[in-house]
């Protein structure tokens, strides 16, 4: 990390985190951050659902929930991008404040409850963007007071489905009352067949993401159901409601919990979730990727491709291509002449 990005990052602190997510997303927009352009090599290039990536460290849905940055992120040295959750309709999401750093514990909780601008206006810019080498997905969301939330998956994707290069089926909130209801088989397989029928002919693939918080039973019935569903991927997972060995002032807030914390919990499941499927869906690794060694546990544990978020608070936005370079390295130092030999490798340490 550069002393300027350093400063910056000290200066944010000092502030409401939320705002100062804001002022981040702004500094972008005005070209006022430094970025490193794509970041790729023959051993971290690979492929996620049909997807070419020139790396397999993304940028996890939250980060840019409307869009509005989208030509900076894709030159900050992801591989992928998520935008959103999108919803049909805007909505300003919970009362404020929603957002809290935890900085004892490189974590931080989150109750924001799918504020947007609302699908058409996040189709409008992803309609206006210039395409390039990295791929820019979109995650789908539910509005609050929808008495179809189901059917609200389906309906941003026939919006935006056109201008995205992926989707992500989100029901594994925990900020929208009920949401995580709809994990329950019958429901996900309903919900599911919808999404999939609302996508047509589009060459799009669509992911699920799902909650760490799932027992073994419920982990076996979700990846049966997605698998029956034609799913072309799994990210695993969304932020947990334990609250278990953290030490910050701000514990207690309500919202889902994201960084540090949850990466043991969200490995294992995914490492779980790598047996369950035997290699018939790519799995996204995503919970507390902080660094490169984390991005290749993440990998070894079953992850065709890893996302991070919450790290870039403490890291900065360079984080994401140090984690990539980092990767290179450890891959080539264990032997590996591309990612994909590494996916899974050890897995069964971690199950």
Known sequence: ????????????????????????????????????????SARLATTLAGMALLNPVGLAAGFDKNAVAVGALSRAGFGFLEVGAATPLPQPGNPRPRLFRLTEDRAAI??????????????????????????????????????????????????CGRHVDFATVNVSSPNTERLRDLQGPEALAALLAGVMAARGELALPVFLKIAPDLTDADLEAVAEVAVAAGIDGIIATNTTLSREGLHSAHRGEAGGLSGTPLFERSTRVLARLSRLTGGRVPLIGVGGVGSAEDAYAKIRAGATAVQLYTALAYEGLSLAARIARGLDTLLARDGFATVGEAVGTDRERWV
């Not at 939320?18 to 927009?29: D, I, N, T, V, W």
């Open 110 to 159: 989150n109750r924001f409850g799918f504020n947007n601008d609302g699908a058409e206006g996040i189709a409008a810019r992803l309609a206006a963007r210039v395409r390039g080498p990295v791929p820019v997905g979109l995650n789908l969301g539910a509005n609050k007071e929808s008495a179809d939330r189901a059917g609200d998956f389906a309906r941003v994707l026939a919006i």
């Open 1 to 40: 990390m550069s002393l300027t990005e350093r400063a910056g990052l000290a200066l944010l602190h000092r502030i409401d985190p939320e705002r100062a997510h804001g002022l981040s997303l702004l500094a972008l927009k005005a070209g006022l951050v430094s970025l490193p352009g794509p970041v790729t």
